[in-house]
């Protein structure tokens, strides 16, 4: 009997016709494998992973290999998005077992749930050879096999103690951009060889460090990747990453988490800069997101996937996204489509004579440009479109709410600010609750399993983003019951952070990776918000439990840099106070807005804005506010560090002149 029918997540539901016995995670295909005494099959993935459709077509919808599934396992099916702290296990151990890991994984564990043998994706014979193969091994020599797996489980164990050192210097950070620079791609952009993937975090970094060497980095590949095939040329947003290492094809799924942390760093790097490219992108990266990405209740769905099916019929992957210059001179016309052709360097450089739209350079013809990419976005849409992901995850939520806030503020595109509110009310209304966090939401219906480090993390970092930006106290007071959960319930009691809960189910092993991925770590991610929130608050509980997570970066930043960008990003903000401005004065007053928006263009590493004093109490809601009135009655701005403030100016030159000492 498959299981999954009533599934939440939109990837389990996937599967829910397949002929295979599928269990969700739970007790429940635990208690199943001790009763009938054998091991569990766990196969975890996620909906737009295109090899994960490939092994369910090939051997999950294949009644010969179900019937072999049905009989010897009981097969568990997870979606990593919903369940990261089963996937971060599980993935620790396949890479142990065969020092390689990605989706589908495919996991044969005892039924205590210790795994004993792992691969990722298997075709069709192969895979059933192996069935075979585990199961024999299971009826023959079952001491080997419960051997092996308590052998992974300690060794596993024996290894997750967090690296740890001193807080990051500016010596540490220097160090960090040596090693970055000794794996960059002068060439391409980006870091290291194919595929090559959006370095989000370290771009964020070496913005936020400044040198020109390190702007000089985080520009060439800002660039190349806004003009590359990974970037929708005519939609707007990125694609999870390039296959080749010069950006022109991507792995065509597009993720919430990669759009909303590429759509903040393009937003920085215009604020720092004010270039043209990055205030495109930025914008058209936000219009994608509010148009394509967007759930009826407000919150951001998690995926579009790789696989869809193109204008001849075929179903594979890209088909949405790609053109031939056939296909353009049917939508445009000769002249225009030849001219396309020649701009989106449409030479065949994807499957089957197709190619992927690049934009290397900015033809002359501007409006020519707007007008072919209109045309050209309309008859895309009458294509079948790629499946979405609709679930709503907190953590990326939380990552969009941040980078829609503040890309509406610096653009004044109030439209963003009230998305990123709209994402934020669904989160407070569905996702939390007395300071304890679920994951996942769909369709207005919160999901069961528990929030993990990186949704607190980054969930309280979006909502301090937002109060930055609004002045609404209501975000800064949920920010601060995240964090007293984080810092209650996470903490490893060395300065680190577990990534479940101390009352969360119990896996095989806690997890606890305090590395980048494609998301920032749940450690570094906690790091910047408690820092951000000890700067708002003055409280050295919260600014010394941000400064022991930073730990890991000193021990990361030589030889390791591009894993923890996050974290010297946070650092780089420690290093520099970070920096607190309380602006006080009436919300309706042009003044205030003025020192506001000040503020906001800062460059400052990891400035964070106080914005109140205007309604009765709300200096007692966010402490950096109290005792700074107006001056004379006219808004006021104050620039502090660690709580000590230097005299309150009333102009934003004068506060542009603060910050600049």
């Known amino acids: 009997m498959n299981r999954l029918k009533n599934a939440t997540s939109p990837y389990l539901a996937q599967h829910a016709d397949n002929p295979v016995d599928w269990f969700e995670w739970g007790a429940d295909a635990f208690a199943e494998a001790r009763r009938r005494d054998i091991p569990l099959l766990i196969s975890v993935g996620y909906s737009a992973c295109h090899w994960c459709h490939v092994m369910a077509h ?13 009989e010897r396992f009981v097969s568990v099916k997870v ?6 702290d089963v996937d971060a296990v599980y993935m620790s151990a396949t890479q142990a077992m065969t020092g390689q890991g990605g989706w589908p994984m495919t996991v044969f564990a005892t039924p205590d749930g210790h795994p004993f043998y792992a691969g990722t994706y298997f075709p069709r014979a192969q895979f059933q050879r192996l069935l075979h193969g585990v199961s024999q091994a299971w009826q023959n020599d079952r001491d080997t096999v419960v051997l092996q797996g308590s052998k992974v489980v300690d060794a596993l164990n024996e290894q997750s103690r967090l690296p740890s050192g001193p807080l990051p210097t500016a010596a540490t950070l220097e160090q960090a951009v040596r090693d970055l620079a000794g794996g960059f791609d002068p060439r391409a952009g980006g870091f290291g060889g194919a595929p090559k993937f959006p370095p989000s975090m370290v771009l964020e970094f070496l913005l936020r460090h400044g040198t020109p060497d390190a702007l000089a980095m ?6 190349a990747m806004a003009r590359g095939g990974m970037y929708d040329q005519l939609g707007g947003g990125f694609a999870r990453y390039s296959v080749d290492a010069g950006w022109v094809v991507p792995h065509f799924e597009k993720m919430l988490y990669d759009n909303a942390l590429l759509m903040r760093v393009y937003s920085h790097w215009w604020r720092s800069t004010g270039s043209t490219l990055a205030r495109r992108v930025a914008l058209e990266t936000a219009e994608w997101l509010l148009r394509e990405m967007r759930t009826p209740e407000g919150g951001f ?12 019929g075929r179903h594979g992957e890209g088909l949405f996204y790609v053109w031939t210059p056939d296909r353009l001179r049917e939508v445009l016309g000769d002249d225009d489509g030849a001219w396309a052709a ?8 994807f499957e089957h004579g197709t190619s992927v739209l690049q934009l290397l350079a900015d033809p002359d013809d501007r409006a020519r440009l707007d007008r072919v990419r209109t045309a050209l976005l309309a008859a895309r849409e009458e294509r079948p479109r790629p499946g979405r992901d609709d679930k709503v995850v907190a953590a990326w939520n939380g990552l969009a709410i941040a ?19 709209a994402a934020a009310e669904l989160l407070a209304r569905l996702h939390v609750d007395g300071g304890r966090l679920l994951r996942t939401s769909r369709d207005g219906r919160a999901g069961q399993n528990a929030g993990v480090l990186e949704d607190y993390a980054d969930v309280a970092e979006g909502f301090l983003a937002l109060y930055g930006v609004t002045g609404d106290t209501r975000w800064f007071g949920l920010a601060g019951e995240l964090l007293e959960t984080l810092l209650t319930r996470f903490t490893d009691g060395s300065g680190g952070f577990f990534d479940t809960a101390d009352d969360g189910e119990r896996l095989f092993q806690r997890p606890q990776d305090p590395t980048d991925n494609a998301v920032p770590s749940g450690q570094f991610a906690a790091a910047g918000a408690l820092l951000s929130y000890a700067a708002l608050t003055g409280s050295a509980r919260h600014r010394e439990a941000a400064e022991a997570a930073l730990g890991t970066v000193t021990v990361l930043a030589g030889k390791y840099a591009r894993f923890a960008g996050w974290g010297l990003a946070v650092a780089e903000a420690a290093l520099h106070g970070p920096a607190e401005v309380a602006i006080v004065g009436p919300a309706d007053d042009p003044r205030t807005a003025a020192l506001h928006r000040a503020a906001l263009m800062s460059t400052v590493p990891g400035l ?29 701005a104050y620039v502090c560090r660690r709580f000590t403030c230097r005299a309150p100016v009333t102009t934003p030159a004068e506060l542009k002149a603060e910050l600049a000492r």
């Open 58 to 70: 090939e051997s999950f919808e294949d009644s010969g290999t179900a019937e072999l599934m049905n």
């Open 79 to 84: 979606d990593r998005e919903e369940r990261p």
């Open 218 to 223: 985080a520009e060439k590949t800002m660039d």
């Open 301 to 312: 769905a998690s995926a579009l996937d790789a696989d869809s099916t193109g204008p001849d």
């Open 342 to 349: 020649s701009v989106f360097e449409v030479t065949g450089t």
């Open 403 to 421: 980078a829609l806030a503040e890309t509406g503020a610096l653009f004044e595109r109030p439209d963003l600010v009230e998305a990123a509110t």
């Open 608 to 636: 964070v804005i106080a914005l109140g004093g205007a309604r009765d109490g709300q200096e007692r809601e966010v402490p950096l506010l109290e005792g700074r009135p107006m001056v004379d009655g006219a808004p006021a």
